[in-house]
């Protein structure tokens, strides 16, 4: 998940037990974002295709779940499937009274919850870190898993795990949903499932994408449809601390990034023809924007299409990103150049290369560590339509952030809720949700009585 922010949080949250890197453990500790390097895993995971090794060893690399043909290219691209159909993009003008609301308990009985998605006839599906995806229909936790692949997920760091689910945009017809987890080996997968009868088949796994992370912390770990139809991929910096092999900056490694590719062409997918480095010259094909250090939870305006990234900070700031509708793949959010809008320690970034700041930042005297989540476009709390809720994963605050007619942000605390924020979801109503990874429990956005 985020970064592991031991200290800190040792004080902040001063007697609680520190220990959700341990599978029994009941508590979990709160990310750190001055970690040491940690070696690497070296347990071997059977199940995984062997990786297509690149020239520097140090690179990430992607791992195809089936050999690509020898006269394919190997950067297939493709035009943008169908957009999904949107909502009216009406939006409040002003940040309304947070005291007209409140995050009432949903349902409990998790262990360590890190997403969720809505699959519909109020089942909701949960993650858990160790490897399980629970369901919770109409608020009760069911005994038995939607899917069971602790056989091949790495949990023992506390950013390490099963940390991100997407169905697929046609999941009803389908079934097929993506799963982004921890391997075995200590890195980064993402693979397709296929479910069907109220369960999913772990044999039916095909892996589209690894990502050997050097560290065991910055796993990123969020996975996002955006309305073109693509699939877009979080990834951290590959952890330690102050990304000391600049992946932020290297359009030659995945990490550091957001990608997107086309899970419904090529083998096992394709890059989107409209990708900046679409070709390969230049950077990555999969990369679609860089600059960023952990992106902890992405999302969409499901009525706009924007796009709004919680990402983790160093040791002083916290950031939320944000790309407009329609913008052009390739925006750089600065990282390390940057630390949110503030100078870190590359100093000034080269002539020429342009630096997206963020819409919103916090310093640490607010929190530790930013969980993004989710513009609020439900219909049973209209005084919120528009409103961009986020969070800080120590200390349960809740921000409401809205952009105005005008361009500009208004940004303020609507909720303290003691809980330990590990991610938002949303339902197909658009009505959101809380993750509470230390209760184990699901929080959900209501009307205060």
């Known amino acids: 998940m985020r970064l592991y922010r031991f200290v800190w949080i040792t004080l902040f949250l001063s007697g609680l037990a520190l220990s959700a890197c341990a599978p029994a453990a009941a508590t979990p500790s709160a990310p750190a974002n001055t970690a040491a390097p940690q070696s690497q895993p070296t347990a071997t995971d059977a199940a995984l295709a062997p990786s297509v090794t690149a020239a520097d060893p140090a690179l990430p690399t992607a791992t195809a779940a089936k050999p690509l043909a020898p006269d394919q290219d190997p950067y297939p691209t493709s035009a943008a499937p169908t957009l999904q159909p949107t909502l009216p993009a009406a939006t409040v003008s002003e940040l309304p009274d947070a005291s007209l609301f409140v995050w009432a308990p949903f349902s409990s009985g998790l262990t360590r919850p890190t997403d969720l998605a809505d699959v519909g006839g109020g089942r909701l599906l949960v993650l858990e870190q160790p490897g399980l995806v629970r369901v919770v229909e109409n608020g009760t936790l069911l005994p038995q898993p939607f899917l069971d692949i602790r056989d091949r997920v790495g949990s023992g760091g506390n950013e390490q795990g099963l940390l991100g689910i997407a169905l697929h945009p046609r999941y009803?017809?389908?079934?097929?949903?993506?799963?982004?987890?921890?391997?075995?080996?200590?890195?980064?997968?993402?693979?397709?499932?296929?479910?069907?009868?109220?369960?999913?088949?772990?044999?039916?796994?095909?892996?589209?994408?690894?990502?050997?992370?050097?560290?065991?912390n910055h796993n990123g770990g969020s996975l996002a449809f955006g309305p073109d139809g693509y699939l877009y991929i979080g990834m951290g910096d590959g952890g330690s601390a102050g990304d000391p092999q600049n992946y932020g900056q290297d359009m030659g490694a995945l990490l550091g990034k957001l990608l997107r590719i086309h899970v419904d062409a090529g083998d096992p997918y394709a890059i989107p023809a409209d990708n900046p480095y679409a070709d390969g010259s230049g950077g990555r094909a999969e990369i679609w924007a860089s600059g960023l250090r952990n992106p902890w939870r992405f999302s969409f305006d499901r009525a706009t299409g924007d796009l709004y990234i919680g990402d983790v900070g160093q040791n002083a700031w916290e950031e939320i990103d944000f790309q407009a509708a329609g913008t052009p793949g390739g925006v750089n959010f600065g990282w390390r150049y940057r630390e949110a809008a503030n100078p870190y320690s590359d100093g000034q970034p080269p002539a020429g290369l342009a630096l997206t700041d963020p819409v919103a930042q916090y310093p640490h005297s607010e929190g530790c560590s930013v969980t993004g989540g989710f513009v609020y476009r439900g219909a049973a709390l209209p005084e919120l339509n528009g409103v961009y809720l986020y969070g800080d994963y120590c200390n349960g605050r809740v921000w409401g952030l809205l952009r105005l007619a005008d361009g500009s942000w208004q940004n303020r605390t609507m909720f303290e809720t003691g809980a330990f924020l590990s991610s938002f979801g949303q339902d197909a109503s658009g009505e959101l949700y809380a993750l509470d990874q230390r209760a184990g429990a699901l929080l959900v956005l209501r009307r205060a009585e």
């Open 172 to 216: 009803a017809e389908n079934g097929q949903f993506f799963l982004n987890y921890t391997n075995l080996n200590g890195d980064t997968t993402v693979s397709r499932f296929s479910a069907s009868g109220g369960s999913a088949d772990p044999g039916s796994e095909q892996i589209l994408l690894t990502v050997n992370q050097p560290y065991a």
